[in-house]
């Protein structure tokens, strides 16, 4: 396990989202690339036809499972493990990404695709910024701002040629930190605060839409990613979200509950807890990439209902 970086920053960093308005003044910047990360769960090319019907102007497509997980890369296997740093450093510097770029993701499911992809630049070291769009393609709309249906040409009719003014590069880390496999998880459990983003019903175990076997990780707190937001799907304000985290974490990360661990079931949706700790300004949830796709397919022991349950039946079966 590597641990995170930013929670070692004490300076404060820039905020992880941005307004609509924000990004409709932006528009047209030379420095400015948004990527549409549209994707619905078990109907592929879905979030593709939907860009095509109607996109922020400029945008550029990214799908979850093509562009931001590799099915044998790191997590698997979950169903949305990490893909090579410098292979997805080099898609995007194919959708037109250099250092400079100030990259802006939205979707349409309250954030919780377009926070991986922030977090995926975050974590890498992305110097031109990231940052989700607060309520998304929802928001967008509703403001009556433009849309488009034009696809933007290949990016190197969009990128300066190099040795001209605003050419570059682009340099990312050549390797994920802040993240946990699942045995040192399981070997840890107890002593990490592991949270939950999925829907409080598949946390109980009442359903699973996907994963082999109902239920959740033993020890796991329920803290679902859509609690985060208001009834707008908009972020809630930071003392809030801070309220929500330090109430979970039992008075926050310095409690004593050791290392907080951010999940879900593929490693996607955990990344909006990890927004919204950013914006409370609280140190960087680890992340647990293959989540519970990942402990579900391994056969590890599972829990049910609405208690977290303990780590005994994991050890016995260590």
């Not at 990439?289 to 990942?294: L, N």
């Amino acid at each position: 396990m590597s641990s995170p970086m930013a929670s070692q920053m004490s300076s404060p960093r820039p905020s992880p989202i941005i307004s609509v308005a924000e990004l409709a003044d932006r528009l047209g910047d030379p420095d400015l690339l948004v990527l549409d990360t549209r994707w619905y769960l078990g109907k592929p090319g879905e979030g593709r036809a939907a860009y095509l019907a109607g996109h922020i102007p400029g945008a550029i497509h990214l799908d979850l499972d093509a562009d931001l997980a590799d099915l044998a890369g790191y997590g698997a296997p979950g169903r949305h493990p990490l893909p090579d740093p410098g292979a997805f450093a080099a898609r995007l510097a194919a959708a037109g990404v250099i250092d400079e770029t100030f990259v802006v993701a939205y979707d349409d499911v309250g954030g919780w695709v377009a926070a991986r992809l922030w977090w995926m630049l975050d974590n890498l070291g992305h110097r031109g910024g990231v940052a989700v769009l607060d309520g998304g393609w929802t928001a967008w709309v509703a403001a009556g701002l433009p849309v488009t249906d034009l696809v933007p040409g290949p990016a190197a009719a969009r990128v300066p040629p190099a040795g001209t003014a605003g050419s570059g590069s682009l340099y990312l880390a050549d390797r994920w930190t802040g993240v946990i496999a699942r045995d040192e998880v399981a070997s840890r459990l107890g002593e990490l605060t592991l949270l939950d983003a999925r829907a409080a019903a598949r946390y109980r175990g009442e359903t699973e839409p996907i994963d082999p076997i109902a239920g959740h990780i033993p020890t796991a707190l329920s803290a679902p990613w859509d609690a985060n937001l208001d009834a707008d799907g908009r972020f809630l304000p930071a003392d809030e979200l801070r309220k929500r985290f330090e109430g979970l974490l039992g008075g926050g990360p310095a409690s004593g509950r050791g290392d907080v661990v951010t999940s879900c079931g593929s490693g996607t949706s955990a990344l909006h807890n990890s927004v919204a700790m950013r914006i409370a300004g609280l140190p960087d949830p680890i992340l647990y990439v293959g989540s519970y796709s990942d402990w579900s397919r391994s056969g590890m022991p599972v829990a049910t209902g609405p208690e977290p349950g303990d780590a005994s039946a994991v050890r016995a079966r260590g």
